[in-house]
């Protein structure tokens, strides 16, 4: 079938990609690769990834291209699901023969639901889903295809057996040419990566087993499954050779660092295909192999530290100790790696004392720079189900995400800490890590080195105040 893979569009600003790990309006706005429709786009034949967010598309531009195609299968998350379905029930009335579906966390949790919530769904896909559509784009029946829930003619829904997981991740050919050949490169930015930049995956799946985490915990489980270095190297030298204008290459595994032997070998190799890189890490790494990886071309690595308190790191299963972490980012300044670190309010065990503790702690150790979220406790996740058990939640115990504006709200809050409060701890953090003199001069500094760099930052400030006047009103 004439095969169209979708990123629908939405509220303005959302983060837009289907590698993202939640979908909200950011504090600079920023664009993700849509790997996970690129990936099973590679396997299809004629397919198209449509990113209709990342290209500004309005609805009705969206809709005038899915109209053209037999199969349309579009990406969804929790707080973007309602819009997601809507969009689906606009396309069915322009044209009621196309087959739609959706993919992501959130159908892969509740299926049932999320048929049941949607008439104009005709199936949604479980676990990974790359060669359950390739099979659904090939004709197979629906009730032979692994992995897939959908709704029978006589309105009612079955659930096929689950598709057993990846484990020869070479199986999966490069995303990086449908990237070129669907996407504009222009498109996608992070406040953090050089621009423009490409993301990919070398593996799925993260031994850790923080609570807050989607993606282990819905679709790629605990097993870090890896590709061989010599497939990620190829795809990295087809990037160099066929997309000159990319500037940094970002690994985004979920800790690209766990295997470390082999996060080594890949970056000897990087650094003898001469590219600029970044990637996920755990503030573990050992000194050693920070310097393999800074001596191979690595330029930042983007850390999750979540909070400043021991005790929440052990609440939420993190595997990590603050002092751990501090050596860590110590390692990394004398080697001159930068550093992105993401933060989290309100989880559990949340207190005044701890978020002030994480603030002073995010100030010491002074990552270049941070992103703030508040604990996202999404369905499916351990933190959801301790959040309904403890009653954590609104009373309605309904999953707001985010508002209708597309901004995070505090969706957990405890009897000593209201949602408000945890909410707007959030600009304080940014205020009191951003607002300090040694943090200006640094950034002014940065600016100084060009006046590409200059445009950026000035332009990322204007948005960060923005965001914060927004968070306030």
Known sequence: MKTLFLQAPSFDGFDGGAGSRFQTKREIKSFWYPTWLAQPAALIENSRVLDAQADSLSLEASLDIAQEYDLVIIHTSTPSFPSDAQFAEHLKRRRSTILVGMVGAKVAVDPHGSLTACDALDFVCREEFDFTCRDIAQGLAFETI???????????????????????????????????????????????????????????????????????????????????????????????????????????????????????????????????????????????TLKVMKDNGLRLLLVGYESGDDQILVNVKKGMRTDVARRFTEDCRKLGIKIHGTFILGLPGETRDTIEKTIKFAKDINPHTIQVSLAAPYPGTSLHKQAVENGWLQESKVINLVSSTGVQVSAIGYPHLSREEIYHSVEQFYKRFYFRPTKIWEIVREMLVSWEMMKRRLQEGVEFFRFLRAREA
């Open 146 to 288: 692994p992995g897939m829930s959908y709704r029978l003619p006589d309105g009612g829904i079955t659930h096929n057996e689950a598709r057993p997981i990846l484990e020869d991740m070479d199986q999966l050919p490069f995303v990086a040419p449908i990237y070129k050949r669907d996407l504009k490169s222009e498109n996608y930015f992070s406040g953090y990566l050089k621009h423009p930049y490409v993301s990919i995956y070398t593996g799925r799946g993260c031994k850790s087993r923080c609570t807050f985490c989607l993606w282990p915990q819905t679709v790629g489980g605990h097993n870090y499954r890896t590709r061989s270095v010599e497939h990620v190297l190829e795809e990295v030298k087809w990037i160099r050779d066929n997309m000159p204008e990319v500037k940094e290459i970002m690994f985004d595994d979920d800790t690209f660092t766990d295997l470390r032997p082999r996060a080594e070998e890949i970056a000897r190799g990087l650094g003898k295909l001469g590219v600029t890189w970044s990637c996920n890490a755990k503030a573990n790494v050992p000194y050693s």
